[in-house]
């Protein structure tokens, strides 16, 4: 017994040198990258700008169903006329909970409650798109329009265009126009999106 332990603790000196020396590397490769990562959407940022956040709206087709992103007022206006338009009969409100995006500012907007399909746990675009591929599967949907604000459709339709299977589904993307470059708030915005799209690009090369 007395040998046994003799033994461990013999272990245990020559290795924890080792083990605190890995756990300080381990911090500042993190650190170091974590540093890398925000150096690099800056510079991101500077260069390419908030246009390239911006990916053009694609040619609208009557579609099954209209995928409200919660977010500022304009998206659900903006798909309400879509809807009045005739280009779905469903009109599935992600992150319903939202106030920019309920069932009651809906209904106010002329959509009526029968074709609402509600989506309440959404806290993400990622989540958006995962949950809405689970409604659209249920309720036998093939397409959709998604609807968002401009400077949010790069992410947008890279994570729904990853997410969602194109042999299965098809998708269209059509925006509301948000002028985020006029004001410190907006820089702040783009700035953010920036962030949150280098994050986005990481996590979807797993999915």
């Given amino acids: 017994m007395k040998s046994f332990g003799k033994t461990c603790l013999i272990y ?18 993190t650190l170091l990258s974590f540093l890398f ?3 690099s959407v800056f510079i991101t940022f500077a260069i390419l700008g908030p246009d390239f ?9 009557k579609s099954d169903a209209i995928i409200v992103l919660s977010g500022n007022e304009e998206r659900l206006e903006h798909a309400a006329e879509l809807y009045h338009e005739g280009y ?9 909970t939202a106030p ?7 209904e106010s907007l002329g959509i009526p409650h029968a074709v609402i399909i509600e989506e309440t746990e959404a806290t993400s675009t990622f989540e958006n798109a995962l949950f809405s591929k689970e409604l659209m599967k249920s309720n036998n949907l093939d397409s959709a329009i998604i609807v968002t ?11 729904f265009d990853t997410i969602f299977d194109p042999n299965k589904y098809k998708l269209i993307y059509s925006t509301t126009i948000s002028e985020f470059r006029d004001n410190k708030r907006e820089i702040k915005t783009t700035f953010n999106e ?8 990481l996590r979807l090369i797993f999915y």
């Fill in 53 to 61: 956040l911006v990916i053009e709206d694609d040619e609208l087709e």
């Fill in 100 to 106: 920019s995006v309920n069932v009651k500012n809906a």
């Fill in 194 to 201: 920036y962030l949150k799209l280098s994050v986005y690009w």
């Fill in 12 to 29: 245990y000196s020559n290795i924890m040198p080792i083990s605190k020396t890995t756990i300080k590397k381990t911090i500042l490769i």
């Fill in 149 to 159: 604000s401009n400077y949010h459709t790069r992410r947008t339709k890279l994570t």
């Fill in 88 to 96: 779905a009969d469903k009109v599935i409100l992600s992150n319903s």
């Fill in 37 to 39: 990562l925000f150096t």
